[in-house]
């Protein structure tokens, strides 16, 4: 079952940049999914259409088998289903505290103090940064960041996490820490979506990948046939 399909996105920015000409892409429900490209691509502009931070210029977005609609109370559900952890864990981490980032999301959904606690915690010990409750989130590193920011999009228990370039800026060990954990995640059942420019790492994870280049999918398929020709 399809989880989430673009169906023809072409989008266009206000200034007249088309990010998007005509995009095809599905995700099936369990898949980790990568989408390669190199820098302004697209990869990014596609990401923000899935939980309708953007709606396309023409085109249809399914989430769930259902045509995205852009209505308030929609998007709520959307965004709850659909998590989206950003390139830059500082766009999406301003809390006081590690424990109050996390519990960010819960409570705004309208989850109990209760509920939100238990879920802080079950997030923070899956990232492994259990411990770091108390501590400024903006005295973390790169890699610990990250981490937070996707335990803050797993608070909110989405059945679907899409991830602008995790790996960007961290060390090897750092990025295979981050990768192992969503092979993890996706072991127990969440669908994911990565994005990368890196050849290297994402093809040990991924079971298929969708390149992408110039607004356009140019290929697709299981890692070898991406790669063996
Ligand atoms: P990627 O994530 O693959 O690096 P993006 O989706 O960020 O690519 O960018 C795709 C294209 O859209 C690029 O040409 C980029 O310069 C352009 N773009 C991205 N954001 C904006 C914006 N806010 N306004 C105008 N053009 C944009
Ligand atoms: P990414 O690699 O994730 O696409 P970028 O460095 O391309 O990140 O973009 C960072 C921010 O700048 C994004 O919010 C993007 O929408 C915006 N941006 C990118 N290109 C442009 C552009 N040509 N004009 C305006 N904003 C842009």
Redesign the pocket.
Known sequence: MKIIEAKDIVYK?P?G?KALDNINFAVEKGDMVALLGP??AG??TLFLHFNGILEPSSGEIDVDGEKLNYKKKSLLRVRQFVGIVF?NPDDQLFAPTVEEDVAFGPLNIGLTQEETKKRVKDSLRKVGMEGFEKKPPHHLSGGQKKRIAIAGILAMDPKVMIL??PTSGLDPKGASKILKLLYELNAEGMTIIISTHDVDLVPIYAKNIHVIKDGKIIKKGSPHEVFDD
Do not use: I, L
Request: glycine share 10%.
């Open positions: 920015y200034d940049t820098n302004g990869k990014s390139q602008d370039e």
